[in-house]
């Protein structure tokens, strides 16, 4: 799949996400994520630089309340990094800071 002129693209250092076409790329390789993932890729990508809530990631990528005991926005953060490790095994490009949530 290939962007047109109007195609949202998403960067953030070495990640480029084309919402609209569901493409995600690190290192200019295609990565093969599940919806979720994708999802919360995109949710960090679009915030660049800003530390965003679990709440938050749940809110715009589950569409619901984050429950105290769900860890489901850690576990695909985590499926992420795995992903993005593969790729690009020199960087971490997701960035935790406890109590607070997760930044690219």
């Given at each position: 799949?290939?962007?047109?002129?109007?195609?949202?693209?998403?960067?953030?250092?070495?990640?480029?996400?084309?919402?609209?076409?569901?493409?995600?790329?690190?290192?200019g390789?295609?990565?093969?994520?599940s919806?979720?993932?994708?999802?919360?890729?995109?949710?960090?990508v679009?915030r660049?630089?800003?530390?965003?809530?679990?709440?938050?990631?749940?809110?715009?990528?589950?569409?619901?309340?984050?429950?105290?005991?769900?860890?489901?926005?850690?576990?695909?953060?985590?499926?992420?990094?795995?992903?993005?490790?593969?790729?690009?095994?020199?960087?971490?490009?997701i960035?935790t800071?406890?109590?607070?949530?997760?930044?690219?």
């Amino acid at each position: 799949m290939t962007a047109t002129d109007d195609t949202e693209v998403l960067r953030s250092g070495e990640l480029e996400v084309l919402p609209e076409i569901g493409l995600a790329r690190a290192g200019g390789q295609p990565l093969t994520l599940s919806v979720r993932e994708f999802g919360v890729l995109c949710a960090l990508v679009r915030r660049e630089g800003r530390v965003v809530s679990r709440e938050e990631l749940f809110a715009e990528v589950w569409g619901g309340t984050l429950r105290p005991e769900d860890r489901s926005v850690d576990v695909y953060v985590h499926k992420l990094r795995v992903k993005l490790g593969a790729v690009l095994p020199d960087r971490r490009l997701i960035h935790t800071h406890f109590g607070f949530g997760y930044r690219v």
